[in-house]
Structure formats: C-alpha cells, structure tokens
C-alpha cells in the first residue's frame, strides 16, 4: 500500500473538498477583490544553494539537469511572505529542482518561520549535509525543536544501498553515503512529535544489485525511518517528449518488471514502510488533457527568486513559464496566485509543444479534474 503523503488526487480531494468549487471559483478568478483568493495547499520552494553552487552533488539521474542554474538573494522576501501567509497555507515544502537546499544559510530560518506561522514543513534533501550539519550547527537538532506533528517530513534521497553505487550514481566521495546513514540515525533517534523521516531510493541497472537492496532496507528499519520508497528514475525535464517515451519505454517499461522482483520480498506495511511506485505515469500517453487546475494544490517559487506555474519548468530558460516576482507585497502575491489559477491557461501550447510537462503529482490532479469536467459537461 502506498503511503496517503504519496496519494496526490487523494491530499487534493481533502484540501479542495468539491472540484465544483474550481467552476464556482473561476468564473471571476482574475477579477475577485485581492483578499478573495483560494489558498492552494502548498508552496515548494526551490531554495537556492549557497552563491557558489545549486547542488553539492551531480546526481546521474537529476532530472533538473538540462535547467539554466541561475539562483537570486530572495530569502529575506520570502521569509516575510510566510510570515503574512499567517498559516493559511498549510504545507510549504523545501525543495529544488537543481538545488540542495541544505545548502543554503537561511535553511533552518525557513523551517522555523514555517512553524511559527503553524503550518507544516516538508524538507527534500540529498542528506549530505545532516551530519555535518548537526556536529557544527545542531541543525537536526534545531528541526527536531521545532517539529510539532508528523506531517512535518524530511525525505533524504538516497538512491543506493552501498557507498560504491552511492558514489557512482551520485560522482562524489564514498564517504557521503555513511555521513547520509548517520544523519538519517541522528534525527530519528532525536525525534519525539516529528518530522516524519522518508528515504527515497530511485533504481538503476548499476545501484540496484541484491546487496544494495538488502542493506538499505536494512538501514532503514534499524533507524526506524516512517518508509522506504523504490521507484525508477523518469526522463530529464524539458526534453522532448518522443525522447521522454523512449526513456519511458527503454528504462521503466523495460526494467520495471524485474526491479519490482529485486524489492518485492521487502515490501512491508510495517513500523518502517517498504513500498514500491510503478512508473505508470510517466509515458507521454497521459497528456491528454487540456486544462491545468495544479496551481489550486500547489504554488512554485523558482531558485531565482519568480512564481512559475510549476516546478517542472521553473527555470528561468522558459521565462514565458513564469508567473510574477516574488516580493515581500502579500497583495502582489495573491494576484500571482491569482494567475496560476486561471483556467484559460493553454497546457498544449504553454506547455506540452514547449517540452515542460507536468511532475507525477500534476498528472494525478488534472487528470482526475479532467474525468470530472468531462462526467459532467463542462
Ligand atoms: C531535484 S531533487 C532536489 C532536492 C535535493 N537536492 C534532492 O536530491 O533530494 C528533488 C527530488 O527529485 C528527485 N529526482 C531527481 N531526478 C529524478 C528523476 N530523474 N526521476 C525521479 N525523481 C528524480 C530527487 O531524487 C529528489 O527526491
Ligand atoms: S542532489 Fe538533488 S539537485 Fe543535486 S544533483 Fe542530485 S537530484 Fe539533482
Ligand atoms: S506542466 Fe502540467 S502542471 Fe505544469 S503548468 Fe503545465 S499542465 Fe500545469
């Protein structure tokens, strides 16, 4: 069974209540006065790096490799916006789509500004840096302080169960992959209310072997991490999607089966959950529907400091995907809501002809809004 966080048409449906309120909302979305707004579940944050680089590792698999890596000083602007947000967005994650965000000097001010505010914290991080981060900074430590409940997470890409595959797959010392082990170790055993600890394991032909596969799950229960999830790497962002069907077809469709076979004896709905996602929505096949009703979930801030209307195209090499600037003005924040909301937005030619197309979450979303405009004649 795969954990209700990973279930996005499900968290959707909880957040919005009735997807008529989208047609009810909509008719009038750009012109409702300024404080009459439909709070999207979530913000993700791109938060940038440090100045010198986005990321500290080179994964094989970054599927934000072909992104323009341009970042921008807009913490402080951001810090104040949750701070107006007040709460009213409930979720507001740490992430990137080329960056670690443990990189970054205001990371652990962010998550602190989240929590004053009352809203949750969700942190994606390659957890190269949580050792040393608790030795020289008490950083976990600091997380653990301000954790109130289990809808705070933290998710550590792994993607390797050995310090040889971890260094190949992500061109770096072997070392990082214990310093990753003691990190996940630290801040379970700290932890009492929260966060939730999830490790993500995307599999290769090269860092999947029986050994990797035993030990990481092993690893995993003995730190009593909340899940383990396997899965297959998809096709980079921003490639064209006769590549991207390929890749669906020659790595997910091809390895699926037998990857499934390597993890399927651990798979448990245990203290630790061990699951598995198929790589079901990732052939170009699914794109077949025409409106995006996304930014009623989730709100995007780029590393470079602009709203897009997603994360898989926020980069500044698609300008024509941005949305607004993020500035410290809650009014113009709104308004940028605003225009990620708008039903008239084009996906065929704003984004699908440009190569951006949507992350699984998105998919599971317009795809449900799309079965239920058409039931029902819209
Ligand atoms: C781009 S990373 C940014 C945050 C952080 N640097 C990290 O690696 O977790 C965000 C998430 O995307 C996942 N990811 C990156 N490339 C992927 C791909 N080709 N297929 C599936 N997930 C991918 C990473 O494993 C990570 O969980
Ligand atoms: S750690 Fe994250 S951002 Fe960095 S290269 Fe790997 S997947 Fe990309
Ligand atoms: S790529 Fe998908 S989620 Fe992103 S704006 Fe286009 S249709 Fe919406």
Redesign the pocket.
Known sequence: MIPVAYNYAENFLNHIGDLSIINQYNKCVLDTPYNDVFWPRQIELHLPGNLNSA?N?K?K????VLFGKYRDNWEYDGLRIIEKLNGNIPFITI???????MLNPYFITFIRHIKETGANFGV????SLMFNGEENYGVLSEIVKFSTNKDDYF???I?AGTRESFSYAKRCKESIFDDICKGINILTKKRDNGPSVRV?Y?MTEETSSDDDIKNIVNICKAARVDSLRF??????YLLPFNVVQKHYEIKEDFYKDNFYHRVEPYLSDGDTKVFWTWPEQTSTDVFNFSKCVYGYYQATIGADGYLYRCASGATPNKRHFRIGKLDNNIDNFIKILKIGQDLSWDCKSGCFDCNIRCNKAAIDINTLYDKWSNANGL
């Open positions: 990321c590792l994964c698999h970054c599927s934000g992430s990137g789509s080329y960056t670690e965000p994606h991080t390659n957890g998710s550590i890409s993607d993500c995307l899965s297959i790497p998809f096709a980079n």
